[in-house]
């Protein structure tokens, strides 16, 4: 059974940077492609940012375009994403989540248990 | 990309049926049978319940169904049980390379 587990999350002001990571285990990670996916206080899902399992591939959602950076590293079975020019709209839970076998924007079937961002003064 | 539309809310009795749609265009629902729907319970993370508009993940209850007709998707949900309160999404693959989600549904057994 796969685990991911994310961290990194915590206040920082608006136009500030952080980095969220996100440890697999329990499957092959670089055979699979990943996404993060936030959720606001109180409010519904919204996709942010996926890869491909090689991390050739890359995709983000308008909202966050320019300013986030999605990565990840196969040899420590670790997600990544850079967040810079956060803005207070940023703050979410946010989510690492595994695609199913041979799809990338479809059928998240692992996910973390999320970590807080707050962009706050 | 705007979010795919779903009811607010839902409700239904134990032992009902009950069916939440996700509307949304040519370009994401209708388009690709890429959809899915995930169950998420307060202070949870989301946890897939139909994939490919019909397929169940392993594990998952086949009191679950999805289908698919034109740009609307449909999760139905039979012999409902308690467990079952919770909040339902819909996902769908875009033309532009992205995944856009639905509001989201609140689903009350009474």
């Known amino acids: 059974e796969g685990q991911l587990v994310e961290s990194g999350g915590g206040l920082v002001q608006p136009g500030g940077s952080l980095r969220l990571s996100c440890a697999a285990s329990g499957f092959t990670f670089n055979t699979f492609d990943m996404n993060w996916v936030r959720q606001a206080p109180g409010k519904g899902l919204e996709w942010v940012s996926a890869i491909t399992g090689s991390g050739g591939r890359t995709y983000f959602a308008d909202s966050v375009k320019g300013r986030f950076t999605i990565s990840r590293d196969n040899s420590k079975n670790t997600l990544y994403l850079q967040m810079s020019s956060l803005r207070a709209e940023d703050t979410a839970v946010y989510y690492c989540?595994?695609?199913?076998?041979?799809?990338?924007?479809?059928?998240?079937?692992?996910w973390g248990q999320g970590t807080l961002v707050t962009v706050s003064s | 990309q705007s979010a795919l539309t779903q009811s607010a809310s839902v409700s239904g009795s134990p032992g009902q049926s009950i069916t939440i749609s996700c509307t949304g265009t040519s370009s994401d629902v209708g388009g690709y049978n890429y959809v899915s729907w995930y169950q998420q319970h307060p202070g949870k993370a989301p946890k897939l319940m139909i994939y490919?508009?019909?397929y169940r993940p392993s594990g998952v209850s086949d009191r679950f169904s999805g289908s698919k007709s034109g740009n609307t998707a449909s999760l139905t949900i039979s012999g409902l049980q308690a467990e079952d309160e919770a909040d339902y999404y819909c996902?769908?693959?875009?033309?532009?390379?992205?995944?856009?989600f639905g509001g989201g549904t609140k689903l009350t057994v009474l």
């Open positions: 989540a595994k695609a199913s076998a041979g799809r990338t924007l479809a059928a998240l079937d692992y």
């Open positions: 996902s769908s693959y875009t033309r532009s390379n992205s995944l856009v």
């Open positions: 490919d508009v019909s």
